[in-house]
C-alpha cells in the first residue's frame, strides 16, 4: 500500500539538528491553511495535511455522467487536496536561527549540507523582528485524496515542481530550504496540488451512472409454454441507456483518467426458465423479419398460473459490464487496467399461458 509522506525537505536533517539547538520554537503565529506550528516537529498528522488542503475543479464528461443531463455531458465536481510542498513556520525568531547556526555541531556538518541558509544571511538576519520559515512538502503518491501521514519525504513529479518554484525564492537562493519573513507577512503561496491519475480515477469511479436494465418482451407483455420468448434491451433517454458502453473522463490541469465499462453478458432468471445472452444479442429487438439466430431468447416451462400472482413469474434481468480505465499524471507516461465486473439489475412480471392443441384425426 502506497504513503502519503511529510517532513522538510532536506529528509529533516536541519529540523533534526535546530530541533536539539534550539531549546524551544519561537510562539508561532498561523501558518498556511490556519495551522499553528510546524508539521514536522510535532509529527505531520491527517488533521493537519486537511487543514492545508485547497480544492481543485475537475470536469467530468462521457455518457455515463449522471447529471449531465440528457444522453450525459458535461458536469463539473469539487477535490480537496493539499499542496505538495509549503512554507511552514515560523518555526524559529531571528535570534535562535542565530544561535543554533553558531553552535560546533551546525559549523561541523555545513549549511550547504543541511541546506540551510548561508551564515551571513543568518546573521544579517539575527536582530530584525520576524521569523524562520521551512520548505515542507508531501509525496504526491498517496493513498487517497485525504493523504496518510509519514516522516520521509519522496522526491516525486509534482513535488518535485513545487519544491524547485517555492525554493527559488528561499532566503540565501534556491541551495537553501529555509525562508526569513518580517512579522505579520504570509509566506508565498505554493503552486496548486496536481491530481494524480489515480485519484482522478476514484472521482470518475464515483461519478458513473451505469444504468438498470429496462426490458421489451415479444410476444408483448406475456409469454407462452415452450414458445421462445424475445427479450432485448430498451433505448432510454441517456446514451447510456440500451446496454451501451459507459465511460467518464475526469480531467483536472493537465491529469486526466477514463473509465470505460464495456457490456459483456445479459441473463434472466425465473422459476419458468433461463438465459444468458451476449451483449449484442441483448441489444437485438425483435421485428417480423429478425432471425431467432440473433436474439435473446427465454423459453418458458410452466405457466405462471402455478404462481399464484397475477403479473405472472417474476424474471430477474442483469446486466455485466467489464470496467477498465486508462489516464496520466500532468501529462506523464498512459496508466490504466482493469477494474473487474460490475453488474445491474432489475426485476419484471412474465405471465405465462399455456396453449392447448387439439388434434384432429380424420375418420
Do not use: H
Not at 535562535?96 to 551546525?106: C, L, P, S, V
Not at 467518464?248 to 464495456?262: K, L, M
Not at 438465459?275 to 423479419?289: G, K
Amino acid at each position: 500500500m502506497r504513503r502519503t509522506t511529510t517532513t522538510g525537505l532536506a529528509a529533516g536533517g536541519a529540523v533534526a539538528l535546530l530541533a536539539a539547538l534550539v531549546s524551544a520554537p519561537a510562539s508561532a503565529a498561523p501558518g498556511p491553511g490556519g495551522q499553528v506550528g510546524s508539521q514536522v516537529g510535532a509529527g505531520a498528522d491527517d488533521s493537519g495535511l486537511s487543514a492545508r488542503a485547497v480544492e481543485v475543479r475537475v470536469q467530468l464528461t462521457g455518457n455515463g455522467v449522471a447529471d449531465g443531463g440528457v444522453g450525459g455531458g458535461a458536469a463539473t465536481r469539487v477535490v480537496r487536496k493539499p499542496p505538495a510542498c509549503w512554507w511552514d513556520g515560523p518555526l524559529y525568531d531571528a535570534a535562535e536561527f542565530r544561535d543554533a547556526k553558531n553552535d560546533a555541531r551546525y559549523r561541523a556538518v555545513g549549511a550547504e549540507a543541511l541546506r540551510l541558509p548561508p551564515v551571513a544571511d543568518v546573521d544579517a538576519l539575527a536582530e530584525e523582528d520576524g521569523g524562520w520559515f521551512l520548505l515542507t512538502g508531501r509525496s504526491t503518491s498517496g493513498d487517497d485524496l485525504a493523504g496518510t501521514p509519514g516522516r520521509l519525504f519522496d522526491y516525486t513529479d509534482a513535488a518535485d515542481d513545487c519544491r524547485a518554484a517555492l525554493g527559488a525564492g528561499a532566503t540565501g537562493g534556491p541551495g537553501s530550504e529555509w525562508l526569513f519573513l518580517p512579522t505579520g507577512t504570509a509566506p508565498p503561496a505554493p503552486p496548486p496540488p496536481v491530481l494524480t491519475a489515480e485519484e482522478l480515477r476514484e472521482v470518475a469511479e464515483e461519478a458513473m451512472t451505469i444504468p438498470d436494465p429496462e426490458v421489451a418482451t415479444n410476444p408483448v407483455g406475456r409469454g407462452y409454454v415452450r414458445l421462445p420468448s424475445w427479450l432485448w434491451l430498451e433505448d432510454g433517454p441517456s446514451a447510456a441507456d440500451g446496454f451501451a458502453p459507459v465511460e467518464v473522463t475526469a480531467t483536472a490541469g493537465a491529469s486526466s483518467a477514463t473509465v470505460r465499462a464495456a457490456p459483456e453478458r445479459f441473463t434472466a432468471t425465473s422459476a419458468t426458465g433461463d438465459a444468458t445472452c451476449s451483449a449484442d444479442s441483448a441489444r437485438t429487438a425483435w421485428t417480423a423479419s429478425a432471425s431467432e439466430d440473433a436474439a435473446c431468447l427465454l423459453v418458458p416451462e410452466r405457466s405462471s398460473a402455478a404462481s399464484g400472482d397475477p403479473a405472472g413469474w417474476p424474471v430477474v434481468v442483469t446486466t455485466s459490464y467489464a470496467t477498465s480505465w486508462e489516464g496520466r499524471t500532468a501529462g506523464g507516461p498512459l496508466q490504466g487496467g482493469g477494474l473487474g465486473l460490475e453488474t445491474r439489475s432489475s426485476t419484471f412480471g412474465l405471465p405465462v399461458a399455456e396453449v392447448q392443441s387439439l388434434v384432429l384425426r380424420d375418420g
